[in-house]
């Protein structure tokens, strides 16, 4: 996976959902609302997509929820492929990869 965003950003985890990723990452996280580039690997395939940060979860919740630190990111628009591979109901979080 690659990520654009001009404090840069790395995923040290990816969990797939319908309609969304969750990024396992550090804090300092990009403000809700920011929008970021996105290029994803699912299946063998890339696709290219937009998306905006629409939740945090820091490390002091992480930790009280025995989760990962990290943001959601809902998908703006998804392609309508991406799609349909997000919304198989057993996706595997290590199936999106790197490109």
Request: some cysteine; overall charge negative; proline content about 10%.
């Given at each position: 996976?690659?990520?654009?965003?001009?404090?840069?950003?790395?995923?040290?985890?990816?969990?797939?959902?319908?309609?969304?990723?969750?990024?396992?990452?550090?804090?300092?996280?990009?403000?809700?609302?920011?929008?970021?580039?996105?290029t994803?690997?699912?299946?063998?395939?890339?696709?290219?997509?937009?998306?905006?940060?629409?939740?945090?979860?820091?490390?002091?919740?992480?930790?009280?929820?025995?989760?990962?630190?990290?943001?959601?990111?809902?998908?703006?628009?998804?392609?309508?492929?991406?799609?349909?591979?997000?919304?198989?109901p057993?996706a595997?979080?290590?199936?999106?990869?790197?490109?």
């Amino acid at each position: 996976m690659r990520i654009q965003h001009p404090q840069g950003l790395e995923a040290h985890r990816v969990e797939v959902c319908k309609g969304g990723l969750f990024l396992g990452c550090e804090e300092p996280f990009p403000p809700l609302f920011t929008r970021l580039s996105l290029t994803l690997r699912l299946d063998g395939e890339d696709f290219t997509c937009e998306g905006e940060v629409v939740r945090h979860v820091d490390t002091a919740h992480a930790r009280t929820w025995g989760s990962t630190a990290g943001i959601g990111v809902q998908l703006q628009p998804t392609p309508p492929r991406l799609r349909e591979l997000l919304s198989r109901p057993h996706a595997p979080e290590d199936a999106v990869t790197s490109p």
